[in-house]
């Protein structure tokens, strides 16, 4: 799956144009190509991300709201309603998702033992960066990574129903 993931990003990534346009549409008085460059980061290495979520999830002392937050990831990836359409939206359709995918992974990080994140290769770079990529986004999309961070916080405090209603839409 995710390598499936892994050559679909990749393949959307080759049209920059359509992604630099979908950026400046959606955020005109932010746009750079910092921006661009952070944005185009986070969502390239979202199934890394996933990979590594998926990993510390199986670890005996992850706490059991940070091993819950990885089902409501996957079930969010699946979920047919979505903040930013992937359908011709090229790859920019896959930034809600990635911010969500990058939400969880700084929660995770966070949770995370060290020790355990420094076997990890490129941890230490992706936990300096991927906060950074994430700033990016939140000024793109202001209103739909709020409502992302509040769906998780959400989460985290164990209150899955306010967590279905900000991401089915119906809140």
């Excluded at 990979?51 to 979920?79: A, E, F, R």
């Amino acid at each position: 799956m995710l390598n499936a993931l892994k050559n679909q990003l990749a393949e959307l990534a080759k049209d920059e144009e359509l992604f630099k346009q979908k950026v400046k549409q959606h955020a005109p008085k932010v746009y750079s190509e910092k921006v661009v460059n952070h944005l185009h980061n986070l969502i390239l290495t979202m199934p890394e991300l996933i990979s590594l979520i998926s990993t510390w999830v199986h670890d005996t002392d992850m706490p059991n709201p940070v091993k819950k937050l990885n089902g409501y990831l996957l079930t969010y990836l699946y979920n047919p309603y979505d903040f930013i359409p992937d359908q011709n939206n090229g790859l920019f359709g896959y930034l809600d998702d990635a911010y969500f995918v990058g939400r969880i992974f700084i929660k995770t990080v966070n949770f995370t033992d060290y020790s355990k994140r420094h076997s990890f290769e490129k941890l230490d770079s992706l936990a300096k960066d991927v906060p950074a990529w994430m700033n990016s986004a939140k000024k793109v999309l202001p209103k739909i990574s709020k409502k992302i961070d509040q769906a998780i916080d959400s989460l985290v405090d164990g209150d899955s129903e306010k967590f279905d209603k900000l991401i089915s839409g119906s809140d």
